[in-house]
């Protein structure tokens, strides 16, 4: 097997620095980090030998060059353009050259059958509840609200928090999703912040987490926010970047424009927007804003967030399925707004960009369509596949502040790639790189993905993550979870309401 990265920038120490007490149903090796070994498949060792690797930032630089050789390159930075074949040069953590015919002494990813593009960004995600997915798929909003929100919640441990949001940024990461913006609704405690933390740590995904509130007496959200900048994000050179989760309170708002973050906020339904737009007016809304879902918002208030500078995350499937409203796609685009893309709740909805960037598209084109055979005339243009790709990369980029580092194949940014196969026979014969990647392909076109130039995936696997050790973590978790509730364990009994 062909060396691919220099083994000794994988060597872990043999000390674990966890704080985490090993509790019921987990070892406490477990809970010291899953996702071991992250290279260690690739250079055909054992995965046991990471075993004692610390939580930590996994982007850190790699000393050796790689070239991706040969793909069609999607870039989509606006200074370059898209290639029908080029290379991307890597060297440590960054983007050097995007160019085609680039020789270097390398090593060298063949590309020639892949599309390579910038990593999928998904803009929201409830990652703690990653042991729960698909248990509620024909739930309402309220549906969840009750149980998921109100039942399964508060029963969460730490070391649940921990398995939940590991598990869902593997899943991201599979899916060729190299950036996610966790917003776990989770912090009972402080312990249970530093469990979610260090859960997105040990995946090594480039993550914003969204420090969200939690439930019963020891919990000290927002406050605590400033232990936790302090103790996990005083560097801005590192994987993981801080924000608030908030809810419509304005001085949650105020304590995240104190420690400087950016703030992601839940807007459902016109109550909510007219809450929104009263602060507007009184000059809160402002470029550091980014609002979830924002169904039934009215025009004046998506001019404000264009005029203010706000970003948008809608999550599509999750608002058609479960009820939230339309997905606000027209409107957005109306105002000169382009969304980026979210998959929100697991425990409902698939969470990769394929499914979200299907569904924006075919629905903002029924849209129109509908418009155009009732006789309407001048309608705004259909959205093409090469919009919605944009929405899940450069505009994911752009409303987590991330996007001076990632988003487009820019030389200078960090390598954050995927690169799709365009051999498989979903896309077989491969005709267009944008229709195939939107209307054709799936999951399993995920080839190789890439995180600050450390490889996380390749040749359709992922490397050096212990799977069967982190599915034993999260039967285990959902177990605990649905036991306390007391939620049928049949996979057919659907009779509970929502399920
Ligand atoms: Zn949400």
Same mark, same amino acid.
């Given at each position: 097997?062909?060396?691919?990265?220099?083994?000794?920038?994988?060597?872990?120490?043999?000390?674990?620095?966890?704080?985490?007490?090993?509790?019921?149903?987990?070892?406490?090796? #477990? +809970?010291?980090?899953?996702?071991?070994?992250?290279i260690?498949?690739?250079?055909?060792?054992?995965?046991?030998?990471?075993?004692?690797?610390?939580?930590?930032?996994?982007?850190?630089?790699? %000393?050796?060059?790689?070239?991706l050789?040969?793909?069609?390159?999607?870039?989509?930075?606006?200074?370059?353009?898209?290639?029908?074949?080029?290379?991307?040069?890597?060297?440590?953590?960054?983007i050097v050259?995007?160019?085609?015919?680039?020789?270097?002494?390398?090593?060298?990813?063949?590309?020639?059958?892949?599309?390579?593009?910038p990593?999928?960004?998904?803009?929201?995600?409830?990652? &703690?509840?990653?042991?729960?997915?698909?248990?509620?798929?024909?739930?309402?909003?309220?549906?969840?609200?009750?149980?998921?929100?109100?039942?399964?919640?508060? +029963?969460?441990?730490? #070391?649940?928090?921990?398995?939940?949001?590991?598990?869902?940024?593997?899943?991201?990461?599979?899916?060729?999703?190299t950036?996610?913006?966790?917003?776990?609704q @989770?912090?009972?405690?402080?312990?249970?912040?530093?469990?979610?933390i260090?859960?997105?740590?040990d995946?090594?995904?480039?993550? @914003?987490?969204?420090?969200?509130?939690g439930a019963?007496?020891?919990?000290?959200?927002?406050?605590?926010?400033?232990?936790?900048?302090?103790?996990?994000?005083? %560097?801005a050179?590192?994987?993981?970047?801080?924000a608030?989760?908030?809810?419509?309170?304005?001085?949650?708002?105020?304590?995240?424009?104190?420690?400087?973050v950016?703030?992601?906020?839940?807007?459902?339904?016109?109550?909510?927007?007219?809450?929104?737009?009263?602060?507007?007016?009184?000059?809160?809304?402002?470029?550091?804003?980014?609002?979830?879902?924002?169904?039934?918002?009215?025009?004046?208030?998506?001019?404000?967030?264009?005029?203010?500078?706000?970003?948008?995350s809608?999550?599509s499937?999750?608002?058609?399925?479960?009820?939230?409203?339309?997905?606000?796609?027209?409107?957005?685009l109306? &105002?000169?707004?382009?969304?980026?893309?979210?998959?929100d709740? #697991?425990?409902?909805?698939?969470?990769?960009?394929?499914?979200?960037?299907?569904? @924006?598209?075919?629905?903002?084109?029924?849209?129109?369509?509908?418009r155009?055979?009732?006789?309407?005339?001048?309608?705004?243009?259909?959205?093409?596949?090469r919009?919605?790709?944009?929405?899940?990369?450069?505009e994911?980029?752009?409303?987590?502040?991330?996007?001076?580092?990632?988003?487009?194949?820019?030389?200078?940014?960090?390598?954050?790639?995927?690169?799709?196969?365009?051999?498989?026979?979903?896309?077989?014969?491969?005709?267009?790189?944008?229709?195939?990647?939107?209307?054709?392909?799936?999951?399993?076109?995920?080839?190789?993905?890439?995180?600050?130039?450390?490889?996380?995936k390749?040749?359709?696997?992922?490397?050096?993550?212990?799977?069967?050790?982190?599915?034993?973590?999260a039967?285990?978790s959902?177990?605990?979870? @649905?036991?306390k509730?007391?939620?049928?364990?049949?996979?057919?009994?659907?009779?509970?309401?929502?399920?």
């Amino acid at each position: 097997m062909k060396k691919f990265i220099d083994s000794s920038e994988n060597v872990a120490p043999t000390t674990s620095s966890s704080k985490s007490s090993g509790s019921a149903g987990m070892t406490r090796r #477990e +809970f010291a980090g899953a996702a071991t070994g992250m290279i260690a498949g690739l250079l055909g060792s054992s995965a046991g030998a990471f075993a004692a690797e610390p939580p930590g930032n996994r982007g850190q630089a790699i %000393s050796q060059r790689i070239l991706l050789k040969g793909g069609v390159v999607l870039t989509f930075d606006a200074n370059i353009s898209d290639f029908e074949k080029a290379d991307v040069l890597i060297e440590g953590k960054k983007i050097v050259a995007v160019e085609p015919n680039i020789s270097a002494n390398a090593t060298v990813i063949d590309a020639s059958k892949m599309i390579v593009l910038p990593g999928f960004i998904d803009s929201h995600h409830h990652c &703690y509840q990653g042991a729960l997915r698909n248990i509620q798929t024909n739930g309402l909003l309220e549906d969840y609200s009750r149980d998921i929100v109100g039942e399964a919640t508060p +029963f969460y441990r730490a #070391e649940d928090a921990y398995v939940g949001e590991l598990i869902s940024a593997v899943r991201a990461l599979d899916a060729g999703i190299t950036t996610i913006m966790d917003i776990s609704q @989770v912090s009972h405690s402080p312990e249970h912040s530093d469990a979610c933390i260090k859960g997105l740590m040990d995946s090594g995904i480039r993550a @914003v987490f969204a420090y969200a509130r939690g439930a019963g007496p020891k919990a000290q959200y927002p406050q605590d926010i400033e232990r936790l900048q302090k103790q996990y994000f005083s %560097s801005a050179d590192q994987l993981l970047t801080l924000a608030l989760g908030t809810q419509l309170i304005q001085e949650q708002w105020a304590v995240a424009r104190k420690a400087g973050v950016r703030i992601f906020t839940h807007v459902v339904g016109r109550p909510a927007g007219e809450t929104i737009l009263s602060w507007g007016r009184s000059g809160l809304m402002r470029a550091d804003n980014v609002y979830i879902h924002a169904t039934g918002v009215s025009a004046e208030l998506m001019k404000m967030i264009a005029d203010t500078g706000g970003g948008l995350s809608i999550a599509s499937p999750i608002e058609m399925t479960m009820r939230h409203g339309m997905p606000p796609l027209q409107r957005a685009l109306d &105002y000169g707004i382009r969304p980026s893309l979210s998959s929100d709740v #697991e425990t409902t909805m698939a969470a990769d960009m394929f499914t979200q960037m299907r569904s @924006v598209f075919t629905l903002q084109r029924a849209m129109i369509n509908e418009r155009a055979i009732n006789g309407e005339k001048n309608l705004p243009p259909l959205l093409t596949a090469r919009d919605v790709i944009g929405f899940a990369t450069v505009e994911g980029a752009k409303v987590t502040g991330l996007e001076p580092k990632v988003g487009t194949l820019t030389p200078g940014k960090e390598a954050d790639i995927v690169m799709l196969r365009t051999d498989l026979p979903n896309v077989l014969p491969f005709n267009n790189a944008y229709g195939a990647i939107v209307a054709h392909m799936d999951t399993s076109n995920v080839d190789t993905v890439i995180v600050a130039g450390k490889v996380m995936k390749r040749n359709g696997k992922l490397v050096g993550f212990d799977m069967d050790r982190i599915a034993g973590m999260a039967d285990r978790s959902r177990n605990y979870i @649905v036991g306390k509730v007391g939620w049928p364990r049949s996979v057919l009994d659907t009779s509970r309401p929502g399920r």
